[in-house]
Each structure stands twice: as structure tokens, then as C-alpha cells.
């Protein structure tokens, strides 16, 4: 620990109590001086690296505080599943059934059925459950016990407690899905490496991540910057979310952990939502095709 790092300081963030310490570039083994975007009111920054253009808070909460947000009940609504069934949930075309089913299909984009995936961060698995339904054998890991006893009593499906850095399962798997996952890690380096042992020759890796060069968080960091705008950066996700990407951060923390960025594309509220129409048509394949929405997905294949 550094010697700014050796008097503990403390801050609430929403509704987290978190112990701060300083970084510098998540990716970039020798990273140059990087560029303040924006220093919250709570003294925390978010800063741009030079050399990998990834964007990044700091100071920012330790590991341990890190790891008590997603046992907090404040984190999610778990009452949903006090009633909930399949059936239900299928038929009711909400948000979470349509993106779960939308990551299906692309899964479908590049493995075959029958295949092994992995979901890394699955929650309460709920994208587990309808892969597993379409053909995949599906397996999920999370760090919140909070959050896999929901899923293993309620959606009963295959799902492991714990850390990627320990999960040491006797076969590898042929599909990795990251979905809004990375933005959380402590070191995505070590994770991405260690995922890069777990996964086949040949293997993809799907992630989605915030995307700070969507239209949305560009208007929202420029009114940020400018005083126009009082929500104190907010859009970033702090202290949840820890880093925010483009392609290019995105493609040199896959050239760093062995794999090869081969398709990247994003999806519309409109999308996500299930809508249709001409108008709805119209903005997702504009959103999809040009990568302007706030959260940005990636393709890549591990390096044979």
C-alpha cells in the first residue's frame, strides 16, 4: 500500500459505507499521466488513460468494501421471485426475459448448441436458466451467496458460489459471458487471464460493459463538465461500476489477456424493451450498427 493509501478513509455512496484507496490504469502495465474527467463531490475522480482510453475512478473502494455491496439487501429486489415461475416470466416479455433471450440468440451467432457456457457475475441466473432451456449446457458463478441461493432455490439451475480466480472446474467451457460484469472487478486483468485458462482453444468471450462514447453519456459528461448539469457524475455508476470503456479500451484489455476482438455492436432501450415499428426498427439497427448506445458489446475469440 502506498503511502497515500496508509491512513484509511471512509465515504457513503448511495446507500454503501466504503473504505477508499487510490489506483492508476486498470490495463495499462506502464500507464502515462492520465486526464481528470470529473472530481466528484465526494472527492473521488474519474479519469481517462492515454494510452488504452479506458475511464476510471479513483480513489475508490477496497476490495473488501467492494465485495460487502453485493451482500447488501439495498443491491436488489429479490422479491420478485416470491411468485415467480418460468411460465411467468417467459410470457410476460418483461426487460429481463427479452435480453436474456436476446443473449441467447447471440450466443447462437457463434456456438452450437449443446455446447458448455459459462455466465461469470450470473446473479440470480436468470440468463443461465433460459440458455440452459435453448440448448446450451449453462453453468453460473457469482461472489453474492445472497444471490445464488435465490437462483439455486427458486430457478434450480447449475450455479457455483465463489470467485473466478478459484473456480477450478474439471472441463473448459467454449463460451464465456461477462454481461455488465467488468465495470465491477477489482483487476480485470487477473480475471480475463484466469477465464483465458477456463475457456477451450478457440473459445469466445461475450461481454458487455458501459460505454462512455454513447450518445447518452457523452450529453450527460458534457453537461457534467460544463456546470450544466447537478447529478455529480452520476451516470458512471460509482461505487458499483469502476471503470467505463470504448473499443479501444475494450480491444487492448482483450489483446492483453490472449484473445482477439472480432465483433462489437449495441443494443437500443428500444431493443431491450421489445419494441417494434418502423420508428423502433429504425433505432436499433442505427444503436446496433454504430455503437452509440451507453453500453457497448464485444465479440472476442481466444487466440489459437
Known sequence: MSENNKSARFIKAGSFWGELEDISCPICSSPSNPKLIFRKSNGVGLWKCPGCDVMYASPRFTKESL????????????SIYN??????WRESKDRSYTVSNLKVQLLKRFLSEGERVLDVGCATGLFVLEATKQGFKVEG???????IETGRR?????????????????????????WDVLEHVYNPIVLLSRCNYLME?????????PHYKGIS???KTFGCRLGLKRSDFKHFGFPHHLYSFNKKSISVLMNRTGYKPIHFESWSHQLKDGAK???SNTAIWFFRKTCL???????AQKDK
Open 67 to 78: 465485495e460487502k455491496i453485493y451482500e447488501n439487501e439495498a443491491f436488489t429486489d429479490l
Open 83 to 88: 411468485s415467480w415461475s418460468y411460465h411467468k
Open 141 to 147: 458463478l457469482d461472489p453474492s451467496r445472497m444471490l
Open 154 to 178: 427458486v430457478l434450480e439451475i447449475p450455479l457455483h458460489h465463489g470467485s473466478l480466480e478459484e473456480f477450478d472446474p474439471e472441463y473448459k467451457f467454449k463460451g464465456v459471458v461477462f
Open 201 to 209: 482453444q478457440g473459445g469466445y468471450l461475450f461481454i458487455q460493459v
Open 217 to 219: 453519456n457523452r450529453m
Open 277 to 279: 415499428g418502423v420508428v
Open 293 to 299: 448506445s451507453d453500453y457497448i458489446i464485444c465479440i
